[in-house]
Each structure stands twice: as C-alpha cells, then as structure tokens.
C-alpha cells in the first residue's frame, strides 16, 4: 500500500485518472468494513425507543445496573488513515459523504453495544417512572381517605376524691367476696373427708374456681354488642348478682335456723349425706351453688362498675394511626423512588449526549484529515 502511495503521488493527473479508484470501489471498500460489527447491535443503537406502552406498576430498574452502563467508557476508535486517503485522491471534494457514513459506522462498531444499552436502559427508566407515578398517585388518594390519628373524644369529669375512695371501696368489696367464697369451697373440701382434701393447701388452690367466673363474667363484655357494653351488660351482671344474693339469704335462713350451731355442726350439716334427708341434700347443695354464683357475680359487677367510673373520668384520647404511618411510608419510598429514577434518567440522557458528541468529533476529525488531503493531492 505505501508503494502503490508512492507511484501515485509521483504520477501526472493523467496517470493518476487512469488509477483512480472508482465510486464502486470506495463503496465496496466502505461496506465490506461496515459488515463486521454484529448488525443486530448497530439495528438497535439506530432504532428510537419503543412507545411507553403497558408500563409496569411500579418500577424493576435495578440502580447497580443503570449506574454501570452510565459509568462505562466511550471508545473513541482510531481513523482510518487508508480509507481517507483512497476516497481524498479518488473522489476528492465529493467524498465527503463517503467520509461521514463511513466513520459514523466505525464509531458504532465500537459503541454500538453502548449506545444501545443506554437507549434501552432509557426506554425501561421513563417506562418505570410511569409505573412509580401510577404507584404514588394511588397510594397518596389511599393517604388523604385516612385519618391521620386515632380520637376517642369523650365527655370527661374530673377525678374526685370520692371517685377515688368509691373504686377502693368496690375493691376492696370484690376481693372480699372472692375470698369468702374460696373460704367456703375449702372448708366444705377440708370437712368432707375425702382423701386427698386433708391438706389445708389443696383445698384452697381447688376453690379458685370463684375468681375465673369473676373474670369470666367481667370479660365476656367484650363480646357484647358496643351498644350494650357500658349500660346493658354491667346492668344485667348486677341484676343477677342481687337475685343470687336474695336466694342465699333465704336459703340461709332456711338450713340454719339457729343461730346456736357451731361450725363444726354446720359443716357437717351439709357434708354429712347419711343424716340428712334427700331434700336436705338438695338444698345444701343449691345453697353452695348459688353461693359461689352470687359471689361471682357481685364480684365482675364491682369490676364492671369500676370500669365505667374510671372511662367516665377518661381524657380524650389521640394517638397516630398506625394505617396512616404505613401508607405515609408507602407514599415516601414511592417518592424516593421517582426521584431515583429521574436521576438515572438524567445520568443516561447525559452519557447520550456524551456518546453523540464524541461521534460529531469523531466524524468531524475524520473530515479535517480528509480535507486536508484532498488539498494535498489537489491538482496545482
């Protein structure tokens, strides 16, 4: 190639005309080099970018990825002196066009592959951001239909000292009545004589029966219809409590007429089965029954009550709604996320601009050295 330079360089026109490299020449010359880069890369770095169509909701985009192809180099490839020389001396001015499509396909042989990942990369990141928008407005109506905080606003009286002393006295009452009926239960078990009861301590554990009902009673409010919760249901527990009560004062009154009996008598009385009559079984039974039912009643009847004095003096109440939080938070990643991504969109958008430029220099280049030679070799 440097003698067939030489022997051109040296020659007249006329003998440079006869060994002009024709148009198809330079043509062939141009296409057979364009051929080596993978034609499915240098289709898609030309094709624009598809329409936004069918977003996702949300957004896939992975940063690490879209931050890699932003950060990699450009490839400024090398001109080819050869090929500016053969079209400078063959087609002189008029192969400037040769020129420019020549080395705009050498620059996407080497970028190629760059540029269409930039521009695919874009296509996904203004796909995703309208998947991120799509999110965001969603979550944000979702946001402004719910309340912000939890109210329980109330009608509240001050606490008084009586308010005060009346809960300690139906404590005090309710433990009271608890303990009695534990303490019957137990002195019933101890003066039975069935094996096993003759320690104090097992019977006592054995009658803890009364408190679970009292429990029970006071929590089986939960369950109740709210409408019936602070009037309906306390109501009814006391009503019960107090025909209980009634029922054991009679049945007192009828199995122990006389005050006279020491308790020995009294609970053998009730324990004895062999002297007493079936009626008398039966009654001694319906008086320990109705006993511990009333004890339990009147007991979850202080607690109720104990209740609803203390929610009469309640303050109002205002605490963050925890719903309020997560959707706040939703609405929050969704926003860091737009933000996310027109950033990214920004650095590819960037390193677009960065790629078309360096090609307008490239080719720019290329265009000055081809110039430069069509002078040279221009006839004087």
Known sequence: MKNDKTSINNADPSVARNHEITSQTVEDAGLKRSTAPDQLELASMLT???PLEEAPYGSTISVAEALAVAGEQINIPQIDETYLYNVAVGKGPAGESDITDYHVRLFGQKNGE?????RKLKSQIDMGMQGVGQQ????SHILKQTPRYLEQMQQSTPWT?????EIGVLLMVSCALLAVGINTIAQVLMASGIRGFDNPWRCYVFSLIPIGLAFGLKYLRRSVPEQFRKRVYPTIIWTVGLFLGVLWALLFASIFPSITQSVDQIINSLSANSTVSESGTAVGIAFILISILAEACL???CWLTIEGIVEHHQSPIRIDNPAFKKVQSDVDFWTLRKYELQELSAKI???????DEAKH????QAAGKFYALVYKHSPK
């Open 349 to 355: 958008e960037g390193k677009l601009h960065a790629l």
């Open 161 to 165: 000292r009586f308010s005060k002393i």
């Open 136 to 139: 965001q407005k969603d979550t």
């Open 48 to 50: 624009p970018p598809s």
């Open 299 to 301: 007991a979850a009847g």
């Open 361 to 364: 220099r490239f080719v720019a």
């Open 114 to 118: 760059h540029m269409a990942k930039c």
